[in-house]
């Protein structure tokens, strides 16, 4: 069969398949009747492609054995272990999807109103004034550790709280 026989056949093919389907109109019938008459190959196209048809016809269904039908009962119930993996990439991906929309709602700037924003300003001043507060009352606490501490190392022995100079005295008195 040559190069131009085959693109005749495969220009064809559909006309055959409609042929052999009965979707063909009685003119489209008649042309691809003359076309085979013309083309050997093509008539021989349309004749194997009704024995193939005829042959399948005759193909009875069989019954497939009960050993058989057993297994393939069991195919469902041996495959839901597989499809668990499956069902929780695909919850994971939807919560994974909701939860990113949620956070893109969420992130999307929006302008305060004035009772949000007056709100805000009272909360810095109540805050300033107990970071305020705390420090008074820290520096206060530390002012009077380091007064009691000085007035011990003032009113008593010098040398006890500066090893140092009690050192330098027992050097000047050997």
């Avoid at 008649?30 to 021989?44: F, P």
């Avoid at 994971?92 to 007056?118: F, G, H, K, W, Y």
């Amino acid at each position: 069969m040559t190069s131009k026989n085959v693109d005749d056949l495969s220009a064809w093919e559909s006309q055959v398949n409609a042929l052999l389907d009965s979707e063909l109109d009685e003119a489209s019938t008649e042309a691809l009747k003359l076309a085979a008459s013309e083309d050997h190959e093509l008539a021989r196209a349309i004749i194997e492609a009704y024995q193939l048809q005829r042959s399948m016809d005759s193909i009875s269904i069989e019954q497939a054995p009960a050993s058989l039908k057993r297994k393939l009962r069991y195919i469902p119930r041996n495959n839901r272990h597989s499809q668990a993996p499956r069902r929780w990439v695909m919850t994971t991906a939807v919560a994974s999807i909701a939860l990113l929309t949620i956070s893109l709602v969420l992130m999307q700037p929006r302008q305060p109103s004035q009772a949000d924003v007056e709100q805000a300003r009272q909360d810095l001043a109540v805050a300033f004034d107990y970071i305020n507060r705390i420090g008074n009352m820290t520096g206060d606490r530390i002012h009077s550790v380091l007064a009691s501490q000085l007035r011990n190392g003032v009113t008593g022995n010098i040398s006890k709280h500066f090893p140092f100079t009690e050192q330098s005295l027992k050097e000047k008195n050997t």
